[in-house]
């Protein structure tokens, strides 16, 4: 991570391929486009790639997991079991459609925690949401026997995990819907994109129409295309889908470099005993998009994280502190603070946040270190990294 590293010939020839036509939507127009589908191209290589019998570009990460959502009806009212650790993509698009997200523990997988997910099972809960963070996965045969026992779509966001595999599957491929983002910062960018996949026709025939308002592609005249159900844009441009088609060939190299530099990374740390990583569920294998280890406590995981700051030992973070993964520091969605009205079952979910107890979540982020694992550093600087990690966090043991 991230993909825009290593961008050069190939994305620039397939971006050329569209500039050459004009055509930069990936509907119709076909006399103008010589052939030249990049969109249907992408999803054609993403089938292919993670093994799954449908994928539909959309035009964030964001809207690839509100998309997956209403592709599967759910909306207003419904209940959709998420993590307190995730990007804060997730509550958006559940609230997005009206649905109420409901905040629960992770384990030291850094993901849900099945046992909690369970817990926060009411009658109104029509999904579980789980987020493959920082490369890795949670316990996903756990998941699948509780939403199975209580008849629930399990929706699987990996868009940090994109290549981790859990028991020779593609994380994405195994819940109900998977949501992959391709933004800047992501393993595979295309500058702003994401997928939706799955291996429901119905979901997959909804997140079609619904991600282009409604249109059911059905022949060669836009205008007359009838709309079987409402719809909103959340359309890929062919220029995006371009750098996409290029980025998506290029995915094994990526994680090839990922995880040479991730193994080496781990190598050096595994000499201190204090470091202890997070936890791979059986069956799983990382991205290596990330290395997270945990440290004895808060305190010293604070200490370490401002050391390597002052060190420049950049792209390392303790997400107890940070505005952006964490519900600890989510004050603007603990006071419901929306431009327009939210609807009173959001509100009253809202309002509980803050008093909620997350020890248990707080437990793990705190002690956490999360390091992004570039794929532009050379063998020699990953060593000199992980030598001046190592000796930083023994000084503050
Ligand atoms: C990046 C990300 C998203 C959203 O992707 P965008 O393309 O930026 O909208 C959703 N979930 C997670 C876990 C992410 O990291």
């Known amino acids: 991570m991230p993909g825009f590293e290593l961008f050069g010939d190939l994305e620039r020839k397939e971006v050329n391929d569209v500039l050459d036509n004009g055509v930069l939507m990936r509907y119709g127009f076909?006399?103008?486009?010589?052939?030249?589908?990049?969109?249907?191209?992408?999803?054609?290589?993403?089938?292919?790639?993670?093994?799954?019998?449908?994928?539909?570009?959309?035009s964030s990460g964001t809207a690839a997991v509100s998309v997956a959502l209403a592709s599967a009806g759910i909306g207003a009212g419904d209940e959709v079991i998420m993590p307190t650790f995730t990007f804060v993509a997730s509550f958006e698009a559940i609230m997005m459609l009206g649905a109420i997200p409901v905040l629960v523990d992770i384990d030291d997988t850094l993901t849900l925690d099945p046992k909690a997910v369970e817990?926060?099972?009411t009658n109104k809960t029509k999904a579980v949401m789980v987020v493959q963070m920082c490369g890795s996965m949670a316990d996903m045969?756990?998941?699948?026997?509780?939403?199975?026992?209580?008849n629930l779509v399990l929706i699987e966001d990996a868009c940090q995990a994109i290549g981790g595999t859990y028991k020779g599957k593609s994380l994405g491929s195994i819940g109900d819907l998977g949501c992959f983002s391709f933004d800047f910062v992501k393993t595979v960018t295309c500058g702003e994109g994401g997928a939706v996949i799955t291996n429901n026709k119905e979901y997959?025939?909804?997140?079609?129409?619904?991600s282009d308002h409604g249109h059911d592609h059905i022949g060669h005249d836009r205008g007359a295309e009838s709309h079987p159900f409402l719809g909103y844009n959340f359309r890929i441009s062919e220029l995006n889908a371009a750098v996409g088609l290029a980025q998506i060939k290029r995915l094994p190299e990526f994680?090839?470099?990922?995880?040479?530099?991730?193994?080496?990374?781990?190598?050096?740390?595994?000499?201190?005993?204090?470091?202890?990583?997070?936890?791979?569920?059986?069956?799983?294998?990382?991205?290596?998009?990330f290395l997270n280890f945990f440290l004895p406590d808060y305190e010293i995981a604070s200490k370490v994280s401002k050391s390597f700051k002052e060190n420049g030992i950049d792209v390392c973070w303790n997400y107890y502190e940070n505005n952006w993964h964490?519900?600890?520091?989510?004050?603007?969605?603990?006071?419901?603070k929306s431009l327009y009205p939210l609807s009173e079952g959001i509100k009253t979910e809202l309002d509980k946040l803050s008093k909620r107890d997350f020890s248990q979540s707080d437990h793990f982020i705190g002690r956490n270190i999360s390091c992004l694992i570039k794929m532009s550093w050379t063998e020699e600087e990953v060593r000199e990294r992980g030598k001046k990690m190592a000796q930083i966090i023994r000084n503050n043991l």
């Open 326 to 336: 964490y519900v600890r520091k989510w004050e603007y969605l603990k006071e419901s």
């Open 141 to 150: 045969d756990a998941l699948r026997l509780v939403t199975d026992k209580h």
């Open 204 to 210: 997959y025939t909804n997140a079609d129409h619904y």
């Open 119 to 121: 817990a926060a099972i």
């Open 30 to 58: 076909d006399g103008m486009r010589n052939g030249h589908w990049k969109a249907r191209e992408l999803e054609a290589e993403i089938e292919k790639t993670f093994q799954i019998n449908h994928a539909q570009l959309v």
């Open 255 to 289: 994680l090839n470099i990922q995880k040479q530099n991730y193994t080496i990374l781990r190598g050096v740390l595994s000499s201190i005993p204090e470091v202890i990583f997070r936890t791979v569920p059986e069956g799983g294998e990382e991205s290596y998009a």
